[in-house]
């Protein structure tokens, strides 16, 4: 499988790759975006599956790295819940940066209204 993962440059500037369906991170590069100790983000996963936010068979995966040496990975869907359950100045930042993401969309929407029978109001 070909992961992308979201980095941090020397700056603290977050760069988030197009393609998220393929985003799977491990704990260890999740400490490092989000600034959190490995207690604190263990501790927000197993509540986020404890309150049923998320299925772990949905957003977890084991990848072999070595012969018998195995790291869980946590897609996107996920990464964003960690984010919004963290008060640190990376899970800020990547909150930020999703919101402006959304917001900056110039996505197109049409709205198509189906009335069936009823009077005409207009007459």
């Known amino acids: 499988m070909k992961r992308t993962v979201i980095t941090v440059d020397g700056n603290g500037m977050l760069s ?3 393609n998220l369906e393929n985003l799977w ?6 400490i490092d975006m989000l600034y ?3 207690p604190k983000l263990t501790a927000v ?5 404890k309150e049923g936010m998320l299925l772990m068979s ?6 072999e790295t070595s012969k018998g040496i195995w790291q869980t990975l ?7 819940a960690i984010c919004f359950r963290l008060n640190s100045n990376g899970a800020a930042q990547l909150r ?7 917001y900056g969309a110039k996505e197109k929407i049409a709205i198509v209204l189906q009335i ?4 005409n109001a207009f007459s």
């Open 36 to 38: 959190v100790t490995a």
């Open 45 to 49: 996963i197993r509540a986020i599956y």
């Open 96 to 102: 930020d940066d999703i919101t402006k993401r959304l």
């Open 116 to 119: 069936y029978g009823g009077t």
């Open 74 to 80: 946590y897609g996107f869907p996920m990464v964003v």
């Open 25 to 30: 991170m491990s704990e260890s590069e999740l």
């Open 58 to 63: 949905e957003v977890q995966q084991k990848q």
């Open 16 to 18: 988030i790759p197009s």
